[in-house]
């Protein structure tokens, strides 16, 4: 198995939240890359007006050429969702799909749609935003501590509305035949952001290995432990 991860955040974040996941992956022997996908690491959202899917793929496409063999990639919500793009264009040892969106329409829970109403205008017109305080903490942080959350949400930044628009309407698809190698999916049983049905389909669309964690909502990269399993299964993979 290849010994190269390229791992990636998703919507509204930025490599620091991988931090610890970078860690536990370098601690178990492995090179990891964890890049910032344009405009997501500065408060200046300027740049996110000319951002699309296909900027950020283009980004993660000229890393991976540039690495030595085939990446194992893992991707987060959004991040989930542009590795699957990547693993249809490139070859990859392995691919994970962390709380992952689908390359299909996103379906939004009902809880969510007091949360997400607000932001459909910016949506629409592709304009980058950031949601409120109150959304970040109720949809994707709800399950960690108060203390935790309030050092987590201060940190979310901006997203390209367009980016974010392709991926609820379903207009992100992958553009070439989907992983047909080795694969895992993992989803917070509690997740308000990723439905168990999307979870369970997009594992389904694989047939990849799945991991749940019934109690585990939409922020599963603040816990190291599911790093951990995820080393656990890599070693569990025939030597590329």
Avoid: K
């Amino acid at each position: 198995m290849s010994r190269t991860i390229l791992l990636v955040h998703g919507a509204f974040s930025h490599a620091g939240h991988l931090a610890g996941w970078a860690r536990v992956f370098a601690g178990a022997g492995y090179g990891c890359l964890v890049p910032n996908l344009a405009g997501h690491n500065s408060r200046d959202i300027g740049s996110l007006q000319y951002c699309t899917f296909e900027t950020y793929l283009r980004q993660l496409r000229e890393r991976a050429i540039g690495m030595p063999e085939p990446p194992i990639l893992i991707g987060h919500s959004m991040g989930g969702l542009l590795v699957q793009q990547l693993a249809a264009t490139i070859p990859c040892a392995a691919l994970v799909c962390v709380a992952s969106a689908p390359p299909w329409m996103l379906t939004a829970q009902l809880r969510a749609l007091p949360y997400l109403l607000p932001l459909v205008p910016a949506i629409l017109a592709g304009r980058p935003f950031r949601p409120s305080a109150r959304a970040l903490r109720h949809l994707a942080l709800h399950d960690l501590p108060a203390a935790e959350q309030d050092r987590l949400e201060p940190g979310f930044v901006a997203e390209s509305g367009a980016a974010y628009r392709s991926m609820i309407l379903g207009t992100a698809r992958l553009p070439g035949p989907r992983h047909a190698g080795a694969t895992l999916c993992v989803s917070g049983g509690a997740d308000r952001i990723i439905s168990n049905r999307t979870s369970r389909r997009l594992a389904a669309h694989y047939r990849a290995e799945h991991f749940i964690f019934p109690d585990q909502g939409h922020w599963l990269i603040a816990h190291d432990v599911i790093a951990g399993r995820i080393v656990e299964w890599l070693a569990g993979l025939a030597p590329a």
